[in-house]
Nanobody, 120 residues
Framework: QVQLVESGGNLVQAGESLRLSCTVS????????MGWYRQAPGKQRELVAT???????NYADSVKGRFTISRDDAKKTVTLQMNSLKPEDTAVYYC??????????????WGQGTQVTVSS
């Protein structure tokens, strides 16, 4: 079984920074794309940033220049550094990873989510 556990969510003021981390555990053969998504109240879940196994990154236009995604394959973690936070960044942030286990092909796994609240 594969588990993704996020941490780092908090209540901050506009302009401040937060760092989210997600650790993948379980019977893992390899991890391809890892990413962060978010869902604000009353809205659909949206992509924030992704990073491939080759470290190619992709960002939503709304976070470009403010957020940075990175990964540590040895530790099986993906991190989202969020700077210059805005109230509109308030959402539950979910970690996602495409994981291949020893007994299966690649499958998309999700974390339980971590709350980020930015006050104005």
């Amino acid at each position: 079984q594969v588990q993704l556990v996020e941490s780092g969510g908090n209540l901050v003021q506009a302009g401040e920074s937060l760092r989210l981390s997600c650790t993948v555990s379980g019977s893992i053969f390899s991890i391809s794309v890892m990413g962060w998504y978010r869902q604000a109240p009353g809205k659909q879940r949206e992509l924030v940033a992704t990073i491939t196994s080759g470290s190619s990154t992709n960002y939503a236009d709304s976070v470009k220049g403010r957020f940075t995604i990175s990964r540590d394959d040895a530790k099986k973690t993906v991190t989202l550094q969020m700077n210059s936070l805005k109230p509109e960044d308030t959402a539950v942030y979910y970690c996602n990873a495409y994981v291949r286990t020893y007994s299966d092909s690649y499958y998309s796994y999700w974390g339980q989510g971590t709350q980020v609240t930015v006050s104005s």
